[in-house]
């Protein structure tokens, strides 16, 4: 069975300062794809980026990019120049081949200070 | 172009009562998906449609719990009756199909959420 693994609770980070937030993920399966979410405090889920498993290079969205290490099976969420509106549960999710579903970690929490 | 929309955004009820949720998906997507995240169990998938059909529905729960899809443009998840552990955020998301994969074959395309029914069984 797929799993993503998301070892950091929580992590601080200073305004316009970079944080990366952890993901790993255990499947068999060499095709896949990999999502990021943010769900602020509010509650909304709100896509931020995607990988798929074949993409020769890493996927970027504007202050975020994705550090997708597939040997390692690994696909760190890194948020540039981070700002107080970053604060937020952060959620990676994988779909495995053949599926239409998302399995989710259990997030990361991300507190940007000034 | 609206996002996918959900009511009520709140939902308080009482143990035993008949609960009912509603999804209305983006226009145009042909995937609907009915989450749940709560503390303990994290985000998990209840059930998903294509087409207006059920096609996987084994993270329901109980038997307590049914999904429909009348038409592509609005879906409803029922409990009944509804017990204090059924208490959670409810999700509803769409997808516009299938994404293909380099190395052949597909999985599901970006999921865009609704903002989400609390619902709180006393």
């Known amino acids: 069975a797929q799993k993503i693994t998301q070892t950091q609770p929580g992590m601080f980070v200073q305004e316009k300062e970079a944080v990366t937030l952890d993901c790993t993920y255990d499947?068999?399966?060499?095709?896949?794809?990999l999502f990021w979410y943010k769900q602020p405090s509010s509650g909304e889920m709100i896509f931020l980026i995607y990988?798929?498993?074949?993409?020769?290079q890493n996927a970027t969205e504007g202050r975020y990019s994705l550090n997708f290490q597939k040997a390692r099976k690994s696909a760190n969420l890194v948020i540039s120049a981070s700002q107080l509106g970053d604060s937020a549960m952060y959620f990676c999710a994988m779909s495995p081949r053949g599926f239409q579903k998302l399995v989710f970690g259990t997030g990361t929490r991300l507190l940007v200070s000034p | 172009d609206a996002g996918v929309i959900q009511s009520p955004r709140h939902e308080v009820t009482e143990m035993g009562q008949e609960v009912t949720l509603r999804c209305k998906p983006i226009?145009?997507?042909?995937?609907l998906f009915w989450y749940r995240q709560t503390m303990m169990r994290g985000l998990e998938l209840l059930i998903y449609f294509n087409n207006n059909v059920p096609i996987d529905d084994s993270g329901m729960p109980e038997d307590r719990f049914s999904a429909k899809m009348p038409n592509a443009s609005f879906s409803t998840l029922k409990i009944q009756p509804s017990e204090p552990r059924d208490s959670a955020v409810y999700f509803c998301a769409s997808s516009l199909g299938q994404r293909g994969l380099a190395g052949g074959g597909a999985h599901t395309d970006t999921q865009y959420f609704g903002p989400g029914t609390r619902l709180t069984v006393l």
């Open positions: 990988q798929g498993s074949y993409d020769q």
């Open positions: 226009s145009g997507h042909d995937y």
């Open positions: 499947t068999s399966d060499p095709s896949y794809g």
